[in-house]
T-cell receptor
């Protein structure tokens, strides 16, 4: 089966600019996650979708970050305006359902550098 | 809240050496436990998992046992290979939405 697809792989922008990332989960996976992975740290959950509804966005900086999953399939994550501390790898993951036993399958991520 | 503490790296071993990466957790209820591996430039891949106390997860020669009494899930491999060089993350899934909480990761380098 095809894995989780993310684009772009790399992005370099200046602070205060905007940027968007795209994710296409594994077909049939109801749950989609966006993580932020800062260098030297483990991934931190930003937002979790169940189909097209938000389950958890408690750690999403909502003044600058937004995400949507309009048709319950692919998703976009946007940052506007970007700050230097947003430099990180943004990982998308999906799982069949949101159950605790279900493994999450990760994409290769988008590496964002803010100048 | 939930948290995961894992052994700080980096860890450098020679090929065929024995590997242990320690992981302990704090959680309410009965979380599921995971080890993920991240090769350079790639996303995370599930290595193994255990869903209840005393379960042993295993894959590709790696093993970890869910120890509720010590709240631990240590990763072991009897004989590492150069191809095992990667960052290893311990994680737990718990809470009302089964959110994954990760440790900081341990960089393993295996030299020939």
């Amino acid at each position: 089966e095809a894995g989780v697809a993310q684009s772009p792989r790399y992005k370099i922008i200046e602070k205060r600019q905007s940027v968007a990332f795209w994710c296409n989960p594994i077909s049939g996976h109801a749950t989609l996650y966006w993580y932020q992975q800062i260098l030297g740290q483990g991934p931190k959950l930003l937002i979790q979708f169940q189909n097209n509804g938000v389950v958890d966005d408690s750690q999403l900086p909502k003044d600058r970050f937004s995400a949507e999953r309009l048709k319950g399939v692919d998703s976009t994550l946007k940052i506007q305006p970007a700050k230097l501390e947003d430099s990180a790898v943004y990982l998308c993951a999906s799982s069949l359902s949101g159950g605790g036993n279900q493994p999450q399958h990760f994409g290769d991520g988008t590496r964002l550098s803010i100048l | 809240g939930n948290s995961v503490t894992q052994m700080e790296g980096p860890v450098t071993l020679s090929e065929e050496a024995f590997l242990t990466i320690n992981c302990t957790y704090t959680a309410t209820g009965y979380p599921s436990l995971f080890w993920y591996v991240q090769y350079p430039g790639e996303g995370l891949q599930l290595l193994l998992k255990a869903t209840k106390a005393d379960d042993k997860g295993s894959n590709k020669g790696f093993e970890a046992t869910y120890r509720k009494e010590t709240t631990s899930f240590h990763l072991e491999k009897g004989s590492v290979q150069v191809s095992d060089s990667a960052v290893y993350f311990c994680a737990l899934s718990g809470g009302s939405n089964y959110k994954l909480t990760f440790g900081k990761g341990t960089l393993l380098t295996v030299n020939p």
